[in-house]
């Protein structure tokens, strides 16, 4: 057997054996309980198993060879360390089996407590529970009992399936019998009975006896863990969290503590400073005499970790020092799950702790300002989703609204909306286009569709480290916890407070910072951040340590970035306002829109044309216009280039709809009124109808069929370049050709703008550049000869993803990108963030063909991926020179791009 084990994969790992850094393996819980235990620190003996035998296993629904053997061996060292057998009837080992994935993923997988515990070792627990301290037997027994009670609900429910519902129901009985709502009040003999009905229900659902067994109990709720990763909600999970599917989960088997042994014992979670605000400090939560779960379920309500002071001051302190260390060696804010067993202080995990963004970045600076990491670090730990979360608004909050409750702010942000009672309602109602409230005494993994779907959430119980907690700040979702003042009523779909009732469908607005509710829709108002973007914040003086740590993070990742940011902005406002957020130019202004509203007359005399003379008169009339808004653009943007795109979409987009036009002429016809007009547009639009209007007369083939039109815009746009900078602003222009597929299509129009230029700019000093979008993947794939007609390209990432794809932009993302994604042909949609290998190589082949054709080849982006945290980092690779977004995503773009810097480039010492 030795023999055969040389050669075995290793599957199980002792706590020693392990770091931090082998979370891929190990999972999270296991790589940091290994590094607690090898810095010294209490955490109680235990194995983990990979993920390597996780993965082995789903994929043959079998234990790997030599994963029993390597259990047992591992079993075998925790008896001896603990010098006690599992399951032993006279002084049991009890172990709990937990799961731990390298991405936590908070309850989304399996548990099992108390394995180990039987008919007969109960009884021992019983004794030893007694005997070694200074308990009273019955307290003892009623421990014991217990235990086992929860082995039984916990390995019915994971590991056999048996409804929950079923032993709550089985516990609320007892309470009932016992005439109390408090579990603390069924004493031993209560606990027995609830033994025995547990058993019932097992049998019932299973057909079998409760095992005895300890090593089958064992090797069953490994197995149940190894399932669950491929839970419902655990997949559902994921997919929201972009976590890969195929990583599996490991597993922990570690010696049990007991915070349940009575009022010296306990258990806790603690953050080692504020993951809400990051303000430094102690925070936490401590419920005495109970186990784990009961805090991260939210069940009984805790009391702030500082009590702990008071309660058992030797663990307090002693878990303060451990805190410190542990901030000071992983150099991050840490979490922890901590439990006091009579005294004795147990660490049961720690990982770099979940925050909210304000504490990203907050925490990031005050780091920084400790010594412990440089400002490349600190860049690397913030990221641009987290950056576009302190961008939303907050309420504005004035006399007339005061709160009606008041719970714990578990993550921030402002919320309004109707309020719902149940994941499936939420679901609803969200579908339908409604904001919704989630509102639940405490929520539970099986809501997680309903939070995904709601605005905000609000619960009646629990701390900051319940599960509505924990998952709604990982999901970026305002929630309000805690809040107990609210008694929820879900089956009759209302809630009280203060007398007042709020039914399913009322508004109410929910503040995840300051844990405050109200009855309404309460205004809101912008983000501070925002307000220092826009520059009415002054980050040296106020006293606001998110915004100083943001203007910091965002001064370090502008001196880093290689990438520049411009913005799509096609009005003097969004211009101007995008240049207060960091823009360095347009990069695309759409001109599309100049042509509608009240021009659309002008529009329909262009394309009514019956010669030139009419269609001339058309365009003459609207260079003026095209000129005031570019003479605008060119004035905010002063000094700083500006893409200005001729004209793309479809004519008949400005043009009445087909149907209603029909209607119109046949009631005229009918009333016998003069319809020539009407009927002469109703010819033009039949004859411009497309089926594929996408793929139709729109971009540079509209500008070659069109007489005119491509020269009227050049000549705007020169002209007001030049009286802007005649008027002593510096106008860069950038005139862009769009969906073009062949160099031929730019150089037609490229020698007809260039002779309009000359003749326009004369002596002025304006220059003007030509440049092309690449969008069609003819245009990337030849990029080379386009190159010889371009000064530079702007990529259309959203119709080269149309077009390389061939999904239509405007159709598909509703219809069937769901069963895609479910299928994991893609994890997000590639409309979102580039598809690195399709979309991606086609801008690759072009950049690198367009630079060795025209080495001084200016490379952009404007499609909506310039905005996108992920895919700004893939046009960093590339090589492009900038990028180019909406307004509100240019800080977020800045950010990245000075990330990328760092991550790809590496840190340098600035
Ligand atoms: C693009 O296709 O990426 C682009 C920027 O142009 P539009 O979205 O206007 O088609
Ligand atoms: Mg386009």
């Avoid at 399951?87 to 936590?104: T, W």
């Avoid at 049998?203 to 109990?217: A, I, L, M």
């Avoid at 005495?288 to 058992?312: C, F, M």
Wanted: some cysteine; aromatic content about 6%; charged content about 25%.
């Amino acid at each position: 057997m030795a023999k055969q084990e040389t050669v075995e994969h290793k599957y199980v790992y002792a706590f020693a054996e392990g770091n931090k850094d082998l979370k891929e393996l190990l999972g999270g819980k296991g790589a940091n309980l290994a590094e607690m235990t090898n810095l010294g620190l209490p955490v109680p003996p235990g194995f983990t198993i990979t993920t390597e035998a996780c993965k082995a296993y789903l994929a043959t629904r079998e234990e790997p060879d030599g994963l029993a053997d390597q259990i047992a061996a591992h079993l075998a060292s925790l008896e001896q360390a603990m010098g006690k057998r599992l399951g032993d009837p006279e002084d049991p080992l009890l172990v709990s089996v937990r799961s731990g994935a390298k991405f936590s993923m908070p309850g989304m997988m399996e548990t099992v407590l108390n394995v180990g515990l039987n008919d007969r070792s109960v009884q021992g627990l019983a004794r030893q529970a007694s005997g070694a301290h200074a308990q009273t037997s019955g307290g003892a027994d009623r421990f014991a009992w217990d235990s086992y009670r929860r082995l039984i609900q916990m390995f019915g429910k994971t590991v056999c399936e048996v409804p929950g519902e079923e032993f709550e129901h089985a516990l609320d009985d007892a309470k009932r019998a016992k005439g109390t709502h408090d579990d603390l009040d069924l004493d031993a003999d209560d606990l027995r009975g609830l033994v025995d009905a547990y058993k019932k229900i097992f049998f019932k659902h299973t057909g079998r006896e409760f095992p005895q067994e300890p090593r089958e109990q064992l090797d069953l709720a490994i197995r149940a863990v190894f399932e669950s990763w491929n839970a419902e909600r655990a997949v559902l999970y994921r997919r929201q969290e972009r976590i890969p599917a195929d990583l599996g989960t490991a597993v922990n088997v570690v010696a049990m503590v007991f915070g349940n042994l009575g009022p010296d014992s306990g258990t806790g979670v603690a953050f080692t400073r504020d993951p809400a605000s990051g303000a430094q400090g102690i925070y936490g939560d401590y419920l005495a005499n109970a186990q784990g779960e009961d805090v991260v379920a939210g069940i009984r309500n805790t009391v702030p970790l500082q009590e702990l002071e008071r309660l058992d001051k030797k663990s307090y302190d002693e878990l303060l020092g451990i805190m410190a260390r542990l901030e000071g060696h992983y150099r991050d804010l840490c979490d922890i799950e901590f439990t006091i067993e009579r005294g004795k202080l147990w660490m049961l995990q720690t990982r770099v702790g979940k925050r909210t963004a304000a504490a990203a970045f907050v925490i990031a600076g005050q780091l920084v300002d400790e010594g412990l990491i440089d400002l490349d670090e600190a860049l690397h730990r913030v990221n641009g989703a987290q950056l576009a979360q302190l961008m939303f608004p907050r309420f504005r909050l004035d006399h007339e609204f005061q709160p009606v409750a008041k719970g714990i702010g578990a993550s921030p942000g402002a919320a309004s909306g109707k309020v719902v009672f149940t994941s499936a309602r939420a679901v609803e109602l969200a579908a339908e286009g409604e904001s919704v409230i989630l509102v639940r005494r405490e929520t539970n993994p099986d809501d997680l569709n309903g939070m995904i779907a709601a605005q905000g959430i609000l619960t009646s119980r629990g701390g900051k480290t319940s599960h509505a907690a924990v998952v709604a700040r990982g999901m970026g979702k305002t929630c309000v916890s805690g809040a107990d003042e609210i008694e929820v009523n879900v089956p009759q779909r209302r809630f009280v407070v203060g007398g007042q009732t709020v039914v399913e469908g009322d508004v109410v607005s929910i503040d995840g910072t300051t844990g405050k509710v109200y009855l309404g829709e309460v205004p809101v108002m912008p983000s501070e951040v925002v307000q220092y973007f826009e520059g009415s914040l002054d980050p040296e003086h106020v006293d606001n340590p998110l915004v100083r740590a943001v203007h910091r993070i965002m001064s370090h990742a502008d001196a880093r970035r290689r990438l520049a940011v411009r913005t799509n902005a096609d009005t003097g406002a969004d211009a101007a306002r995008a240049r207060r957020f960091g823009a360095e130019g347009i990069g695309l202004c759409r001109t599309e829109h100049m042509f509608l509203g009240d021009r659309r007359e002008l529009v329909e005399r262009l394309i009514l044309a019956r010669d030139n003379t009419e269609r001339e008169a058309a365009l003459a009339a609207l260079l003026p216009l095209q000129r005031a808004d570019f003479e605008e653009i060119f004035r905010e943007m002063d000094g700083m280039p500006v893409t200005v795109r001729l004209i793309d979409p479809p004519l008949h987009e400005f043009l009445p709809p087909l149907e209603q036009l029909a209607v119109n002429v046949a009631v005229a016809q009918e009333r016998g009124e003069d319809v020539a007009q009407e009927e002469a547009l109703l010819a033009a639009v039949r004859r411009m109808h497309e089926e594929n209007p996408m793929l139709g007369l729109r971009g540079v083939r509209l500008g070659l069929v069109i007489p005119g039109l491509f020269a009227m815009q050049v000549r705007a746009i020169a002209e007001a370049a030049v009286t802007v900078t005649r008027s002593g602003a510096v106008a860069r222009p950038e005139i862009m050709v769009p969906l073009v597929g062949a160099v031929q299509e730019l150089e037609t129009v490229r020698a007809e703008a260039e002779k309009i230029i000359a003749e326009v700019v004369g002596d002025s000093g304006v220059e003007v550049l030509i440049g092309t979008m690449i969008e069609v993947p003819r245009a990337a794939l030849t990029a080379g000869q386009i190159a010889e007609a371009a000064q530079f390209f702007s990529f259309g990432t959203n119709d080269l993803t149309q077009m390389g794809w061939g999904f239509s932009r405007d159709d598909v993302e509703g219809a069937f990108f769901w069963r895609y994604l479910e299928l994991g042909i893609f994890g997000i949609s590639p409309f979102e963030s580039i598809d690195r290998d399709g979309v991606g190589r086609l801008v690759r082949i072009a950049a690198e063909e367009g630079r060795a054709a025209r080495p001084e080849l200016k490379l952009g982006v404007c499609g909506e991926h310039g905005g996108d945290p992920e895919s700004v980092h893939f046009f960093h690779e590339v090589g492009l020179d900038y990028v180019s977004c909406s307004p509100f995503r240019v800080p977020v773009a800045r950010l990245e791009a000075g990330r990328a810097a760092v991550e790809t480039d590496g840190s340098d010492s600035r």
